[in-house]
């Protein structure tokens, strides 16, 4: 079964709002990365964050990690109509080679 | 341009058909895979390749054969193309276990 399964599954917020994603995984990770894939594109890297990390910061984005509970969320401020994409986690299980797996992804709206 | 660049961008084929899907990266990276992503936009690794030795290979079909001619190249082939591999195939690279650099994609149909 899938690692990663985030939520909300759609988000539709105005411009100029913050938009939080959540992420659960199910085992023990290495990292946790977040990408962005634009309708009919590739995925592009957001941010990773390691599992001894508990925050990162990048621009307008936010990522936390809670090990505990084996979630993260990211945090977009200020979002743009550009921002509108669709976002994934993906969580590294350090097993000695990289192998993501990833989440169902969040569709994200912005609206000028 | 440096990137990861994949061809064709869109394949429509029958079913019962043979069919390649080429990757070349020249971001000098030493690690290259193949995703699918499906209809609900679920992304599954298949195969990756290390410096032209095949690493990991998840429970994919024999009909999906991947070859790695050099470092910097991962062709996918497909045999026996059936309705449920219609799906994108992404492929991607990494320099180790760094992030990953994704191409845009080919759009399989099998009809």
């Known amino acids: 079964s899938q690692q990663g399964e985030e939520d909300p599954q759609a988000l539709s917020i105005q411009e100029g709002e913050n938009a939080t994603m959540n992420c659960s995984y199910k085992?023990?990770?290495?990292?946790l990365q977040w990408y962005r894939q634009n309708s009919g594109r590739g995925l592009v890297h957001l941010i990773l964050i390691r599992s001894n990390e508990r925050e990162k910061h990048s621009g307008r984005l936010r990522v936390t990690l809670d090990t505990s509970k084996k979630s993260s969320s990211l945090l977009i401020t200020a979002s743009r109509a550009a921002d509108t994409a669709s976002y994934f986690c993906a969580t590294d299980a350090n097993t000695g080679f990289q192998k993501l797996v990833f989440g169902t992804g969040t569709r994200l709206l912005v609206s000028p | 341009d440096t990137a990861v660049s994949q061809t064709p961008k869109y394949l429509v084929t029958q079913m019962g058909n043979d069919k390649s899907i080429k990757c070349e990266q020249n971001?000098?990276?030493?690690?290259m895979y193949w995703y699918k992503q499906d209809s609900k936009k679920f992304l599954k690794i298949m195969f990756s390749y290390n410096n032209k030795e095949l690493i990991i290979n998840e429970t994919v079909p024999n009909r999906f054969s991947p070859k790695s001619p050099d470092k910097a190249h991962l062709n996918l082939h497909i045999n026996s193309l059936e309705l449920g591999d219609s799906a994108v195939y992404f492929c991607?690279?990494?320099?180790?276990?760094?992030?990953?650099?994704f191409g845009n994609g080919t759009r399989l149909t099998v009809t």
């Open positions: 971001l000098g990276h030493d690690t």
């Open positions: 085992t023990s990770i290495n990292n």
């Open positions: 991607a690279s990494s320099l180790g276990t760094s992030p990953l650099h």
